[in-house]
């Protein structure tokens, strides 16, 4: 059975950090490109970061450059998300998500690109 399990969300105030994991399980890992998105109530879900299998391609939303970190550990099927300077607009719900790259790309930005899933964990930054 495939899993992704997130961790790591919390209340902070602004200009704080967390970061944010994701442990995935049933898969062979190093085989999925990675993604995090996030959603707040009343909003689609939007793209954050992602990363290929071996790590060595990232992209980002451009309201998160130089801001979060998207890394992956293959060894110990892990994915992270540091975020740093949180602003009251990374408010959220993050999810990870896995799918197996098909073609020439190594990372991917749509969500219907991804099968794979966690049940999120919350962002919330206060004023």
């Known amino acids: 059975q495939v899993q992704l399990v997130e961790s790591g969300g919390g209340l902070v105030q602004g200009g704080d950090s967390l970061r944010l994991s994701c442990a995935a399980s049933?898969?062979?890992?190093?085989?999925?490109?990675m993604g995090w998105f996030r959603q707040t109530p009343g909003k689609e879900r939007e793209f954050v970061a992602a990363?290929?299998?071996?790590?060595?391609?990232?992209y980002y939303r451009d309201s998160v450059k130089g801001r979060f970190t998207i890394s992956r550990d293959n060894a110990k099927n892990k994915v992270f998300l540091q975020v740093n300077s949180l602003k009251l607009e990374d408010t959220a719900v993050y999810y990870c998500?896995?799918?197996?790259?098909?073609?020439?790309?190594?990372?991917?930005?749509?969500?219907?690109?991804?099968?794979?899933w966690g049940q999120g964990t919350q962002v919330t930054v206060s004023s």
């Open positions: 998500a896995a799918t197996l790259p098909r073609g020439g790309a190594n990372v991917y930005i749509r969500g219907s690109d991804y099968n794979t």
């Open positions: 049933g898969l062979t890992f190093s085989l999925y490109a």
């Open positions: 990363i290929s299998r071996s790590g060595g391609i990232t």
